[in-house]
T-cell receptor, first 115, second 117 residues
């Protein structure tokens, strides 16, 4: 595809349920990032992948959050036992490299609402 | 401590006015990069500009210009002759080594710009 795609675009779930959010990066981009955007908190870094490995998970807020990437492409962010404070827009970004100068291209996000 | 500060939460201007969005950053690195992103109502973040810490030349791109001053740790963004299509949330971001294997983008909280026709 031409850009980063994410699915679903919207997800409404009940407290305590697990959710999976998907990200398809730009083809050939080796670096992939997940961010969370919530009211009052701005954009927060969650996790970074280089290829299939995640050298930096420092932003994951709790052990209910996990992510994986397969084939150096698609990534899935899983939130277990969702809580209301997990409600946010989850953004995925990819870049051609992982250095500081690399522009990150963002997807449209998944809006998660936990009731 | 907040690393990227965008003190203006919301700004409203009348179309054709000039507007400057402020960004102040904090870092210990000597090499770093600064970015501006635009988030229109559709929600997708759009890259506007990247500036490295060794290049203090101002940059102009059409109606957009950026003023980078290391002495004051600021990277301000000016829109000249604003248009309704400029209405969006604008984010300033700092790229620096996280210490955990990656260069992270640390974003400011954003400035919501409303351009009134």
């Amino acid at each position: 595809g031409a850009g980063v795609s994410q699915s679903p675009s919207n997800k409404v779930t009940e407290k305590g349920k697990d959710v999976e959010l998907r990200c398809d990066p730009i083809s050939g981009h080796t670096a992939l990032y997940w961010y969370r955007q919530s009211l009052g908190q701005g954009l927060e870094f969650l996790i970074y992948f280089q290829g299939n490995s995640a050298p930096d998970k420092s932003g994951l807020p709790s052990d209910r959050f996990s992510a994986e990437r397969t084939g150096g492409s698609v990534s899935t962010l899983t939130i277990q036992r969702t809580q209301q404070e997990d409600s946010a827009v989850y953004l995925c970004a990819s870049s051609a490299g992982s250095g500081p100068a690399n522009e990150q291209f963002f997807g449209p996000g998944t809006r998660l609402t936990v009731l | 401590a907040q690393k990227v500060t965008q003190a203006q939460t919301e700004i409203s201007v009348v179309e054709k006015e000039d507007v400057t969005l402020d960004c102040v950053y904090e870092t210990r690195d000597t090499t770093y990069y600064l970015f501006w992103y635009k988030q229109p109502p559709s929600g997708e973040l759009v890259f506007l500009i990247r500036r490295n810490s060794f290049d203090e030349q101002n940059e102009i791109s059409g109606r957009y210009s950026w003023n980078f001053q290391k002495s004051t740790s600021s990277f301000n963004f000016t829109i000249t002759a604003s248009q309704v299509v400029d209405s969006a949330v604008y984010f300033c971001a700092l790229s620096e080594y996280s210490g955990a294997g990656s260069y992270q983008l640390t974003f400011g909280k954003g400035t919501k710009l409303s351009v009134i026709p």
